[in-house]
């Protein structure tokens, strides 16, 4: 087992860390660590939201969720010797949960706290605990599933340079200017409620590891949210991120300074209730090395992979279509986000065959290891999306050919509400 360089204690406020923690990208946040080129490292985090959620069968603490503190991050660590221009390679070995702490959660957000991909269809907060054996998930609120999670850290991304870190807040600034003219590919029925279209900094609850305290205020001010993936990687949620990966960064400050956390057991492709993971908190172990000018040799300024090959092997699938075609049948043009949204209604509601609730087979999508593709984008006016389900994670039978005979029969539980 690798040398832990981050401790963390899951019964701890964000603040009262053994080891302070980030949630925000700033390049001047010193390293918690240091690791020399080929070094290895076990590193603790906290789930996303610092601890806000418990193992019971409510979902308030979902809809109530302080949303601007988050993520809560691990790091960042110093590889000696990266320069800007450099690739930071890290190895996955591997990770997983506390062994005090197997079991982890998914969340549907409130429309008005956080929202989701369908958030007009699922307005309101909603809770999933799993069980976690090993490496299969399973729910008391989601009956007879259980799937092998594509475990994956969330967030694993290098220091943004002040150049850089600049260019983000402007662009995505620009956007929010834009305001409800920007394309969003979204369906609201009424103009109202519109969510934001991005995420401008947020000096409430800003948290930067070891940086003096008179300095985190002025750093607040600029430090970037950790919510979209940007050119240093950050929060991917790529679930092929998994055991034996080896991950390509961008290094744009002197020794990297990387960062890690957000850790899921499963996810599905899209992650889509928004909190859509198997969350947790636990342990991750990485290796480094470096790509001397690497950014040059390889001819890249974003992020790259290779994929581990521990994903799950299943062979039957069922598989939904959706075309750029809105629910109130207006046509968009190419556009994949609607695709993705039918592809997802129509699986859900196929669920609901089986005597699951919408909610139920929400999450199923999000967690259970589902992969979604663009099957085509040429031909014009529809981008043609794929979500295709895995029949091996129900413990029964959905496949198409056998559904006249055994729909709409079961009660399978109920996820979890507030109160
Ligand atoms: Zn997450």
């Known amino acids: 087992m690798p040398e832990t360089i981050f401790e963390v204690d899951v019964d701890a406020e964000p603040d009262e860390q053994p080891d302070s923690l980030v949630n925000r990208w700033h390049p001047d946040v010193p390293p918690a660590a240091t690791l020399e080129p080929g070094e290895k490292a076990r590193i603790e985090c906290v789930d996303w939201t610092g601890g806000q959620l418990e193992n019971d069968d409510s979902a308030n603490d979902i809809r109530d969720m302080e949303l601007d503190p988050n993520h809560h991050l691990s790091g ?22 506390f062994p005090d702490h197997e079991w982890g959660y ?11 991909f369908l958030t007009d269809h699922f307005p309101e907060a909603r809770k999933t605990i799993w069980d976690l054996d090993g490496v299969m998930a399973s729910s008391r609120h989601i009956e007879d599933v259980r799937f092998p999670g594509c475990a994956h850290p969330g967030i694993l991304g290098t220091a943004p340079s002040h150049e850089l870190l600049e ?13 409800p003219d920007a394309p969003t590919g979204v369906n609201h029925e009424t103009g109202e409620d519109e969510p934001p279209l991005a995420l401008p900094p947020e000096p409430n609850g800003v948290l930067l590891g070891d940086m003096d305290e008179e300095d985190v205020e002025e750093a607040g001010k600029k430090a970037a949210r950790t919510i979209p993936p940007r050119e240093n990687a950050g929060n991917c949620d790529i679930k092929n991120l998994g055991r034996g990966s080896r991950v390509y960064l961008p290094v744009f400050v002197e020794g990297a300074n990387f960062i890690v956390g957000d850790l899921h057991f499963s996810q599905g492709d899209g992650e889509i209730t928004f909190c859509g993971a198997i969350e947790m908190p636990g342990w991750i172990d990485l290796k480094v090395d470096i790509i001397k000018d690497g950014m040059e040799k390889m001819g890249t300024d974003y ?60 999450f199923i999508l999000s967690t259970a290891p589902i992969e979604s593709r663009i099957a085509g984008i040429v031909d014009l006016p529809n981008s043609c999306v794929t979500v295709s389900v895995p029949q091996e994670i129900f413990d029964f039978d959905i496949d198409p050919d056998t559904l006249a005979s055994n729909g709409s029969v079961e009660d399978r539980g109920d996820v979890a509400k507030t109160s």
Request: with cysteine; charged share 25%.
């Open 76 to 97: 960042p660590f110093e590889v000696k010797g990266a320069e800007p221009g450099d690739m930071l390679v890290v190895d996955i070995l591997d990770l997983g949960p």
């Open 106 to 116: 998914t969340g549907i957000f409130d429309k008005d706290n956080g929202g989701g």
């Open 167 to 179: 260019e983000w807040n402007e662009r995505e600034q620009a956007l929010i200017d834009r305001g």
């Open 303 to 362: 992020a790259m992979f290779k994929p581990g090959y521990m994903d799950p092997d299943f062979s039957n699938y069922v598989v939904f279509e959706g075309y750029s075609v809105d629910e109130d049948g207006t046509q968009h043009y190419k556009n994949s986000t609607v695709g993705m949204r039918r592809a997802c209604l129509d699986a859900i509601d196929y669920m609901t065959n089986f005597g699951y609730t919408r909610e139920q087979a929400y």
